[in-house]
């Protein structure tokens, strides 16, 4: 087995050390055989496993995934029992607070995809965030429990558990514990907490674990006794668990305390959605993403089929000419974006026409391979007919493949940890449209059809995506970024697809991102210099950017091994047997 590992720093392991001192009765507490020992483990970039295997953003939750499917677990325990123990391992975007999207494919060929996006609270409006002169105030859908949706986390849960074998007793047990005992954390998670404190204390109106008097050091343990009071709610009463009962009183006495105003009937009514899949050919290959209320899945159509006639491979990996290509592209289809895509529910998303080849090739006309076209003028297409998130790749032995995106939208969410319940809430009503014209905190426009309406999903660009080689599983991918998402899962293909890298280079390999408005292109440190000066004299704005995406992939080998990379941007890590 390739192995590489990047464990703890020194610092951390010697903090580690003297935890394990009042720790050690509780080692290797978690899954099957004890195998998670959330004190003492190490980062894993990438591996090939021969039956299932893992990639996400902690190395803890990864080897729940893979302990699970060890005890007879399929891929869909583990995408369960994986994102529960990221709510408690990951607290800056792992969740039970927020939502996401589900894309899978079954071992028996069928696509399947589960929407568990946030609603609006029935109590919102298109200007509630707007002051009385209209003026959007976008600090209010950022930050505190005004910002929240209507969380989707375990109504999808239970709506993935229909595909799944264990109970859901046995899924949730490793994450209940993990936040019961405690579990060592990272460089980068004491750094998180440390800079959210602040914020944290100003939008929750109730103590909370992630709070401290004194700061987070690396190897610190963090028990989280209200989470895992929660967790076994859920463990015990399923879905009303959460929905109901104590869980949905404590959120709605946050959200009286603060300025919230999700009520228990929006708690009780919420439901996960079973949608189509969206499924295109590229080149033989077979691409299945998710539809609207992401705009991921259509976007990457899009883009796809945009560069699909173009011989790419011959352009060469990050030439000017390949990467100028892709901009053009890129900001193409986010007009479309801005203008067309909204929760199908409330808006007719036109895409039929977005996907029409003749559409996409009229989109290209005025593309000019030697300079930019600029974004003024580009409009959406016109049809006669809508930053922290986390991904999860799994791929069991049976052959089934399932990508999932969730999220709480920023860092931490809203920074409203629901008292008592121990959990943090999301700040996706900001993924909305709060004002034609106005950016939400990706800098992303949005109009009409992704205006605020009671009970209507937030535009996302989550992308959970399966390709297919020969009608047969090839690669599992996403990646977090909010709008940086789709432009991230595209270019982790087209690295794959055209330019034959495996799954670590074409995860880590410097990215780049343009969004049609702001008119600029992100582009990572390690991006190469010579195309930046010659993207720069064709008239791109070239803006650095510290990171682009955490993207999560595996591939099957010709030999069957599942090639698993997990992104090398942050604590990322897979786990496999
Ligand atoms: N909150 C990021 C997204 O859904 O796109």
Redesign the pocket.
């Known amino acids: 087995m390739k192995k590489s590992l990047l464990c703890l720093g020194a610092i951390g392991l010697q903090l580690l050390t003297a935890q394990l001192v009042n720790a050690q009765s509780k080692t290797a507490i978690v899954g099957a055989g004890k195998a998670v020992d959330p004190y003492n483990y190490a980062i894993v970039k990438t591996a090939e496993f021969k039956n299932g295997s893992v990639s996400c953003a902690h190395p803890l939750a990864s080897m729940v995934g893979a302990s699970i499917m060890k005890q007879g677990g399929n891929a869909f325990d583990a995408a369960i029992a994986v994102q529960f123990a990221l709510a408690v391992v990951y607290p800056a975007a792992g969740n039970i607070g927020g939502g996401g999207f589900l894309v899978a494919r079954t071992k028996e060929g069928k696509n399947i995809s589960i929407d568990f996006r946030e609603t609006a609270p029935g109590k919102a409006t298109k200007d509630m965030y707007l002051d009385k002169d209209g003026n959007a105030i976008t600090k209010l859908s950022k930050l505190g429990a005004l910002a929240n949706g209507v969380p989707g986390t375990v109504a999808g849960a239970f709506e993935i558990l229909k595909y799944a074998k264990l109970p859901i007793s046995t899924l949730i047990q490793p994450a209940i514990d993990i936040a019961e005992f405690g579990f060592v954390i990272s460089e980068k998670e004491a750094k998180g907490l440390n800079g959210t404190k602040e914020s944290f204390v100003k939008n929750s109106t109730m103590p909370s674990a992630y709070v401290k008097e004194t700061i987070w050091k690396t190897g610190d343990t963090l028990v989280n006794k209200d989470l895992a009071e929660t967790l076994k709610r859920i463990r015990d009463n399923g879905q009303k668990g959460f929905y109901e009962g104590k869980t949905a009183q404590l959120i709605v006495d946050e959200m009286n305390r603060g300025n919230g105003i999700i009520s228990l009937q929006d708690l009780k009514d919420y439901k996960a959605k079973s949608r189509t899949a969206l499924q295109f050919d590229y080149k033989g290959y077979t691409i299945i993403g998710m539809p609207p209320p992401?705009s991921g899945g259509i976007i990457i159509w899009q883009m796809m089929k945009m560069i699909e006639n173009r011989n790419i491979a011959q352009y060469g990996f990050q030439s000017p000419k390949a990467v100028q290509l892709m901009i053009e592209v890129e900001r193409r289809a986010y007009a479309d974006r801005a203008e067309h895509l909204g929760d199908p529910d409330f808006w007719k998303v036109p895409m039929k026409t977005l996907s029409d080849n003749t559409y996409l090739a009229k989109r290209m006309e005025d593309y000019d391979s030697t300079k930019a076209t600029p974004s003024k003028d580009i409009k959406a297409g016109t049809i006669h007919e809508s930053n922290e998130?986390t991904h999860i790749s799994i791929f069991d032995k049976e052959g089934n493949m399932v990508s999932v995106t969730t999220?709480l939208?920023g860092g931490y969410g809203n920074r409203t940890v629901i008292g008592g319940a121990g959990f943090i809430m999301n700040n996706?009503m900001d993924?909305f449209s709060v004002k034609p014209g106005t950016p939400n905190m990706f800098g992303a426009l949005g109009g009409t059809a992704n205006a605020i309406e009671p009970h209507k999903r937030m535009l996302?660009?989550?992308s959970p995506t399966l390709v297919l080689k020969n009608n047969k599983p090839y690669i599992v991918a996403g990646t977090p970024g909010?709008?940086t998402?789709p432009t991230s899962v595209f270019q982790t293909l087209v690295n794959m697809l055209e330019f034959n890298m495996n799954a670590e280079d074409a995860v880590n390999k410097p990215k780049f991102h343009h969004q049609w408005m702001p008119d600029q292109v992100d582009f990572e440190p390690t991006f190469n210099k010579d195309t930046k000066t010659a993207l720069e004299a064709m008239g791109y704005k070239m803006t650095p950017r510290a990171q682009l995406g955490r993207t999560e992939v595996i591939r099957i080998l010709p030999d069957g091994k599942k090639e698993t990379a997990a992104d090398k941007r942050g604590d990322d890590s897979v786990a496999g047997y």
């Open positions: 992401s998130t999220t939208n996706e993924d996302s660009s989550m909010g709008t998402i």
